[in-house]
């Protein structure tokens, strides 16, 4: 299947190289002309063939609502534009809306797999009417992880980024969980290898997971945590979960207490972000920052 894709960078250049590796025929465009397959949106749409299929993953809000306005005037009707970035899905609904009046098909994908996804594939969650979705089930199956789990087509329009949503939500809490536990087995005088306690964990244990894999991984390269910052970014997706539990009376405590400590991470350098920032590092290769000397 040939497709266009609309920002290279972590994630979007990996998808491209999965892409191309599974056979398809994959034209790229980025701000940066180094990446870039084209030098602009006209002559990405001018290499596709119609109909085209263009999938978008750009920055959230402004960046991603200035590609899909250029994306409008220079796609044809029955085309069909795929945002693959973190978008909120109340934006999904209004860019359908936006693409729809030209005859544009519009279809939202929640993607998970940060910088591992080119080795091991993308965990899709896709929102869109059936149609659209089933025109571009080659470009999934190719992104998604081997065997039979790995995507969903969840549902309606903003259904995709709904259910990216809640994961990252998800995501927050569990990275919490492992910080603090982290913190309390270095604090006591008891415990002197804690390192080695969390590699125990891995196998046998129902607290066994790929993060708890990611935490060791970080904790080989740095024991103690000492080089980082305890300081953790929210990029979004937390924020929105707490509000959308607000707006449907969900009772939401863990998740949203560890948004909030992301919120204290900001204030004094906090031992259990330091977990929180290596593990962000090490599952989507965040950027990190160097403790204070």
């Known amino acids: 299947m040939q497709i266009g894709l609309v920002g290279l960078g972590k994630m979007g250049g990996n998808m491209r190289e999965r892409l191309r590796n599974a056979g398809h025929e994959v034209v790229g465009y980025d701000t940066n002309p180094e990446l870039s397959d084209v030098k602009n949106l006209v002559e990405l749409a001018d290499q596709l ?103 969903v087509h969840a549902g309606k329009v903003g259904a995709g980024h709904f259910s990216k949503m809640v994961h990252n939500g998800i995501e927050y809490a569990m990275m919490q969980a492992y910080a603090e536990g982290w913190e309390l087995l270095e604090k006591v005088d008891s415990v002197d290898n804690v390192r080695e306690v969390f590699r125990s964990w891995q196998q046998g244990t129902v607290i066994r ?17 000492d080089k980082l910052r305890g300081y953790a970014e929210d990029s979004g997706e937390g924020r929105w979960t707490v509000e959308a539990a607000i707006d449907n009376a969900v009772p939401l405590p863990a998740i949203t207490a560890s948004l909030f400590a992301r919120f204290a991470s900001r204030q004094d350098d906090s031992p259990q972000m330091k977990m929180i920032a290596a593990l962000r590092n090490q599952f989507g290769g965040h950027a990190v920052e160097a403790a204070k000397k």
């Open 209 to 225: 997971s790929w993060l708890l894999d990611l935490a060791v991984n970080a904790l080989d390269e740095d024991q103690h945590l």
């Open 49 to 151: 063939a119609a109909p085209r299929a263009v999938w978008v993953m750009v920055p959230a809000g402004g960046p991603t609502q200035r590609v899909i306005d250029q994306l409008a005037s220079v796609l044809k009707p029955g085309d069909i534009v795929i945002d693959g970035g973190n978008s909120r899905w109340t934006d999904d609904e209004k860019h359908a809306e936006e693409l729809g009046k030209r005859g544009i098909g519009f279809v939202d994908a929640g993607v998970s797999g940060g910088v591992w996804g080119l080795e091991h594939g993308y965990a899709l969650m896709v929102g869109g009417a059936e149609e659209h979705v089933e025109r571009l089930k080659p470009v999934f199956d190719a992104l998604k992880p081997e065997g039979p789990y790995g995507y």
